[in-house]
């Protein structure tokens, strides 16, 4: 059984920053690929980042440029570095760990952007 934790979210202003952590534990071998995704009220979850197990990136036309995900293979743990928010960034952060044959999906962090 895999367990996902995310972590990092919060109430950040307009421009500031944050980074999310997922943390994936139990039985895993290694993470193939994982993924960042957002859910905000009303509206479909949505893919944001995503990163492979030979580090290869890719992300959403919304994120480009402000986001960056990253990994800590020994950790077993992937991050989401989010610069100069946005209040159209507010939503649930989701994290998908996928490792051999499995997908496993955390509860989720809430980040909101207010001024």
């Known amino acids: 059984q895999v367990q996902v934790v995310e972590s990092g979210g919060g109430l950040v202003q307009p421009g500031e920053s944050l980074r999310l952590s997922c943390a994936a534990s139990?039985?895993?071998?290694?993470?193939?690929?994982a993924a960042w995704y957002r859910q905000a009220p009303g509206k479909e979850r949505e893919l944001v980042a995503t990163?492979?197990?030979?580090?290869?990136?890719n992300y959403a036309d919304p994120v480009k440029g402000r986001f960056t995900i990253s990994r800590d293979s020994a950790k077993n743990t992937v991050y989401l570095q989010m610069d100069s928010l946005k209040p159209e960034d507010t939503a649930v952060y989701y994290c998908?760990?996928?490792?051999?044959?499995?997908?496993?999906w955390g509860q989720g962090t809430q980040v909101t952007v207010s001024s």
């Open positions: 139990g039985t895993i071998s290694s993470i193939n690929l």
């Open positions: 990163i492979t197990r030979s580090s290869s990136t």
């Open positions: 998908k760990i996928v490792s051999g044959l499995r997908s496993d």
